[in-house]
T-cell receptor, first 111, second 114 residues
Framework: QKEVEQNSGPLSVPEGAIASLNCTYS??????FFWYRQYSGKSPELIMFIYSNGDKEDGRFTAQLNKASQYVSLLIRDSQPSDSATYLC???????????FGTGTRLTIIP | GAVVSQHPSWVICKSGTSVKIECRSLDFQATTMFWYRQFPKQSLMLMATSNEGSKATYEQGVEKDKFLINHASLTLSTLTVTSAHPEDSSFYIC??????????FGDGTRLSIL
């Protein structure tokens, strides 16, 4: 069974620090990797996506992918209270339209 | 870009009523739309995948006669919950994507069946 695993948290990070969110996946055929942010009571919002090994940066967010280790992470620099949310890792395999979601990591930024 | 609109935002209705939820891609033509359900403090559960002009593909355990999906155009998909009962109360979320691009989610519909 294809799985995506995340630590459910809560992960507490002081304001201004770097928040590091991790995700592992079991399917070596996975090709596309996504991070979504979901505020309580709201729908998921796409934050980052990454397809190739290495780092991809967008503003305060950096996605890191290591296919050999089957590991993808999201770094949030200069964390703000507004970053407090659940972060969902999602993976798509080659030829598959569907996403496999992790259960999410709840992040709390402490002022 | 990549805006997905979902309507209505919330519905409260009596048991036995059928409820229709619309999902529209506003600024792109979606090759595929997805319908999810999310219960409190749980992750997203995919209900079905639909492509324009073809029948939806339902996930195991999802009753296709109860959750009717119509994907009439590249910008519109509808989910009808037929004869809804209290156990159908949930947060229903659609998403849409163009081939090889990320899925973008609508704002969701909170359904409460009394």
């Amino acid at each position: 069974q294809k799985e995506v695993e995340q630590n459910s948290g809560p992960l507490s990070v002081p304001e201004g620090a770097i928040a590091s969110l991790n995700c592992t996946y079991s399917d070596r055929g996975s090709q596309s990797f996504f991070w979504y942010r979901q505020y309580s009571g709201k729908s998921p919002e796409l934050i980052m996506f990454i397809y190739s090994n290495g780092d991809k940066e967008d503003g305060r967010f950096t996605a890191q992918l290591n296919k050999a280790s089957q590991y993808v992470s999201l770094l949030i620099r200069d964390s703000q209270p507004s970053d407090s949310a659940t972060y969902l890792c999602a993976v798509r395999s080659f030829g598959n339209e569907k996403l496999t979601f992790g259960t999410g990591t709840r992040l709390t930024i402490i002022p | 870009g990549a805006v997905v609109s979902q309507h209505p935002s919330w519905v409260i209705c009596k048991s036995g009523t059928s409820v229709k939820i619309e999902c529209r891609s506003l600024d792109f033509q979606a090759t595929t739309m997805f319908w999810y359900r999310q219960f409190p403090k749980q992750s997203l559960m995919l209900m079905a995948t639909s492509n324009e002009g073809s029948k939806a593909t339902y996930e195991q355990g999802v009753e296709k006669d109860k959750f009717l999906i119509n994907h009439a155009s590249l910008t519109l998909s509808t989910l009808t919950v037929t004869s809804a009962h209290p156990e159908d109360s949930s947060f229903y979320i659609c998403s849409a994507r163009v081939k090889d691009q990320p899925q973008h989610f609508g704002d969701g519909t909170r359904l409460s069946i009394l």
